[in-house]
């Protein structure tokens, strides 16, 4: 296994940068995209940037970044735009036309590439990495340019912060302000174009969508604010990124792309589990709890009354008589109770099984306790 | 770039003494007409309901007064000039169910959106932006949730967070689609307290209305609405048995206890209780 020191290494360095732009990029522009519930463009946009790539490489001639990203931000957009107009002039489901475009487009992609691939062009060989991503192939000008990019994409969320935050949660009322919505909505879906051409390199075509997507989705679960979210996505984006890339350092032939993603998407599976208060596993736990509190104020109301109609605030109460009264759960929430130090174990009568009463504490609480009956019986 | 989203040329003056006058409105989805040919006029300072039933058109109405749906054929002046010069004088109450509650956004920051037109490009909300929203949660009786997350609104918690929006776009239109829909009992009197506390204030109010029943106790001017208008004028001329049957079709002639052929204009006002069971029948009528 490789030490620190390798950290230092050109290619390395080369890599850990891009993945960073790329995850800060993806997690600030993919928030908007999750929550305008159009992650799924970026799939449509992302596959085919592939035609563009291959485009801009003919008719450039070099595999120069420039000419390559200005190819896939143009088929990306062009996808985008089919997408919309056939949801809106066909009879087609909004998925139905996305598979569609998302299909077409990649076929051409391949058909193209392959065509290249088989002219033996000078300077074609890799292109064909642009499908999964190459972390090694990152040279210092790509990032300048991811760099540019990112640069443009935050200047402009920051500058149209509320702008963009407006269209994203009230379209309808943004326009009755007079907000050129569906521009700002077309601006949106081609920044998420940019997001894809900043991952080509690092993550590829195939598997970008996963980088719009994860950083939002996982951001959005610990998040109150649209502030905090972003920056958090972005967060989560870049770490993703430089997790991914070290990841890919410690074995060979381990993908750099593929790994970003899996890490990504890792820290968007935690999320929609453990965030407090929306996670999955939190909810559930927290059912769980809710149910089991509800279990013992049961019991100690029982107890309570039992105690009242024997006229003995002390009354032991038999484990199988409670057992038959609130099922199997009693003996778990009597244990509860009793690390409350609300009931306690009878143990001189051992003989007859297992008693239980309620400490002082306890008959306190289950005095007070709103599910007790009112006292029939005074005793103490 | 205009210093304001809403600034367009500058037009002639048509009708400036009412507060929105419609000509010849068409409105239209596919080939299916939403709104024929309707003319309206509703002068300032009413508290105007407009019902009829599904389908009638009412949203549309209202999107199409904001330029959000683009009219096949028609004009629409707000306080004499064409709406879509006078955006910054109309406010807009969404139907609650149009936004996702689960964005993540606080209560204070919704009411500020009502802010953005004002503010115009890239300027951002301040101090007094946040003194202003805060007033408007303040009326609505909502300010001590301003921090709270909207995921964790009830129904009528929501809506009152929409009316506060509204507010502090301090306009002196304003436009609210169904904002006593599935609301409480609680939320719909303190609504329609501030709708008529705004009336006083000088504002003009257009409100789409589903409850047939609480029409004269809560409004002065009514539009029967059933894709072309049926009536429209002040409220005690309007209300009658022979309009709303007209707007909903025949069910209404099948309430208990009405005579047929009551109404005419300025005829008696059909009894609430008969009206009752009005509109959830209609209501399934397109």
Known sequence: MPGLEILSDFTVRNALIGASLLGVVSGVLGTFAVLREQS???????????????????????????????????????????????????????????????????????????????????????????????????????????????????????????????????????????????????????????????????????????????PGTAARQWCRRLETTVLLAAGFGAASGILGTMLSLLGRGLATGPLIVLVATGLAVVSLLFAPGRGAAWKAAARRRARAAIEDRHILAGMWQLAQSHGDAAYAVEQGMLDAMYGAGARGALERLERQGLVEPVTHMSEEGLHWRLTPEGRKAAAAEPLSPSPTVRGE | ???????????????????????????????????????????????????????????????????????????????????????????????????????????????????????????????????????????????????????????????????????????????????????????????????????????????????????????DWLVLLNVRIVAQGPLKQVYTLANLRQTYGSQIGLLHGMPAGTGGPGAESPGSAALETAAPRAGGRR
């Open chain 1, 40 to 214: 799924l463009i970026g799939d449509a946009v992302s596959h085919a940037a592939l035609p563009g790539i291959c485009l801009g490489f003919l008719i450039a001639g070099t595999r120069e970044i420039w000419p390559l990203a200005l190819g896939a931000l143009a088929a990306g957009a062009a996808a985008a735009l089919a997408v919309l107009a056939l949801t809106r002039y066909s009879r087609l489901k909004p998925d139905a036309s996305l598979g569609t475009v998302l299909s077409t487009f990649f076929a051409a992609g391949t058909v193209l590439l392959t065509y290249i691939q088989n002219r033996q062009l000078p300077g074609q060989a890799g292109l064909d990495s642009f499908l999964f991503g190459q972390a090694a192939a990152v040279l210092p000008e790509d990032l300048w340019f991811m760099g540019a990019v990112a640069l443009v994409a935050l200047g402009a969320v920051g500058l149209f912060w509320k702008e963009f935050k407006l269209v994203a949660f009230d379209p309808g009322f943004a326009r009755s302000l007079g907000l050129p919505v569906a521009l700002i909505e077309a601006a949106l879906t081609a920044m998420i174009a940019l997001a894809v051409v900043v991952g080509l390199q690092l993550v590829g075509v195939v598997l970008m969508v996963a980088m719009v997507i994860a």
């Open chain 2, 1 to 219: 770039m205009v210093d304001r989203w809403d600034e367009r040329a500058k037009g002639a003056v048509h009708e400036p003494s009412l507060a929105l006058h419609i000509e010849d409105l068409t409105v239209s989805y596919d080939h299916r007409p939403v709104l024929w040919d309707i003319d309206l006029d509703i002068p300032p300072g009413v508290l105007a309901a407009v019902v009829g039933p599904n389908g009638a058109g009412k949203s549309t109405l209202v999107k199409a007064v904001l330029g959000m749906v683009k009219p096949a054929a028609g004009h629409v002046y707000v306080f004499g000039r064409p709406h879509l010069q006078q955006l910054r004088r109309i406010g807009y109450v969404p139907q609650r169910t149009t936004v996702d509650w689960d964005f993540p956004t606080t209560v204070l920051d919704v009411v500020m959106m009502g802010l953005y037109g004002q503010l115009g490009w890239i300027r951002r909300p301040g101090r007094a932006e946040r003194r202003k929203a805060m007033d408007a949660l303040e009326q609505v009786g909502m300010a001590a949730f301003c921090h709270r997350q909207i995921s964790q609104l009830s129904g009528g918690q929501q809506q009152r967070v929409f009316l506060a929006r509204a507010l502090v776009q301090d306009a002196e239109l304003y436009l609210l689609d169904e904002p006593m829909a599935g609301v409480d009992a609680t939320t719909e009197r303190h609504i329609i307290g501030l709708l008529k506390e705004l009336r006083s204030r000088g504002k003009t109010l257009l409100v789409v209305h589903h409850d047939l029943q609480t029409l004269p106790e809560y409004f």
